[in-house]
C-alpha cells in the first residue's frame, strides 16, 4: 500500500501563507488523482484541490485564487501552497491519491492548519 505522509501544517496569522507537502512513496505517474482534502472540527471532509495526472488541476470556490496545488515527479511529491489564509481556513489537512487502472485510493494522515484572527 502506497504511504503518504503530510507535512507543513501550523499556526499562521490571518492573511500569512503555509505550504503542505505529501509525500508519497512510489512514482506519482501511478496516480490518476492527487488532491487535498480538508476536514474542521464538526464539519464533513471536503475536497480542496485536485491534480489529475495530465496536471490539470481545479479548487474549491472558497480557496480559489489563494491556494496552488502542484507535484513535483522527481520527488514524488504534491503540494499545496496556501495563501492569504483566512480563519475558516482553519482544519486538518489530508492528502488523497487515486490509482491509475485499479482506482484504489489512500489518505494520508493529516496534517493540522490552525489560523488566527
Known amino acids: 500500500q502506497v504511504q503518504l505522509v503530510e507535512s507543513g501544517g501550523g499556526l499562521v496569522q490571518a492573511g500569512g501563507s503555509l505550504r503542505l507537502s505529501c509525500a508519497v512513496s512510489e512514482s506519482v505517474f501511478g496516480f490518476a488523482v492527487m488532491a487535498w482534502y480538508r476536514q474542521a472540527p464538526g464539519k464533513q471532509r471536503d475536497l480542496v484541490a485536485h491534480?489529475?495526472?495530465?496536471?490539470?488541476?481545479d479548487y474549491a470556490d472558497s480557496v480559489k485564487g489563494r491556494f496552488t496545488i502542484s507535484r513535483d515527479n522527481g520527488k514524488n511529491t504534491v503540494y499545496l501552497q496556501m495563501n492569504s489564509l483566512k480563519p475558516e481556513d482553519t482544519a486538518v489537512y489530508y492528502c488523497y491519491v487515486r490509482r491509475r487502472f485499479t482506482s484504489e485510493t489512500s489518505w494520508g494522515q493529516g496534517t493540522q492548519v490552525t489560523v488566527s484572527s
Open positions: 491534480i489529475m495526472s495530465a496536471g490539470n488541476t
